[in-house]
């Protein structure tokens, strides 16, 4: 009776050891889903910063792969910039700029409702120039490269909130005057966004 009881402890030890040792997936495909409202912050000596205003704007990302910790999305954002020096800009009322880019995010669990994310990305972005009558004038094709950071607050097992901001340098290969490049070519920005994870 001993021997089966001793050995019924021994199973147990082993069972418990391997539930407590059980390790997350290397591949894990789990689809998200995050919608957000954003708010630019253009900074620094270039016509992003000093001939527009900052609009109120919005964002979708998606991210199907996670490896790890690091977790792999492709995401869009929509911003509008209006017009506010028409000395330097001439007919341009505004710029809709369009940016799909790739993420890399490192998954840190705070808490169970507390995830933060650190991340770095890269962006295509398309900046459309229109007239007030909305008609298309110019059109330039850049890249972007982020770095930020995302909290997201477990609300259930479908919901979460999250916040997060990220400095962006944007740039691209004007054909223009060296001080032209700079100011038209180049813009530092700071982006927050708040919104919602559909898990």
């Known amino acids: 009776m001993k021997k089966y009881i001793l ?5 147990s030890n082993l069972v418990f050891s391997q539930i407590s040792k059980k390790k997350e997936p290397f591949f894990n495909f789990e689809p998200k889903l995050k919608v957000s409202l954003i708010a630019p912050f253009n900074f620094g000596n270039n016509h992003f910063a000093k001939d527009y205003r900052n609009n109120l ?8 792969l996670r490896i790890k910790k690091y977790s792999f999305s492709l995401g869009y954002d929509f911003k509008r910039y209006t017009s506010q020096n028409k000395e330097i800009i001439g007919d341009f009322g505004f710029i809709n700029t369009s940016s799909t880019y790739f993420q890399t995010e490192y998954i840190i669990n705070y808490n169970k409702e507390i ?36 909290i997201d607050y477990k609300l259930n097992k479908v919901f ?21 490049k700079k100011y038209f070519g180049k813009s530092n920005m700071v982006q927050f966004s708040v919104g919602l994870e559909i898990n």
């Open 115 to 150: 995830q933060i994310h650190p991340f770095v990305g890269y962006s295509s972005v398309i900046s459309n120039f229109k007239d007030e009558e909305k008609t298309t004038l110019a059109k330039q094709i850049g890249n972007e490269i982020r770095v930020g950071s995302a």
């Open 57 to 64: 704007g919005f964002g979708i990302n998606v991210s199907l």
């Open 160 to 180: 979460s909130a999250f916040f997060s901001f990220h400095y962006a340098y944007y740039f691209n290969d004007l054909n223009a005057s060296t001080d032209n």
């Open 7 to 11: 050995y019924l402890i021994l199973f």
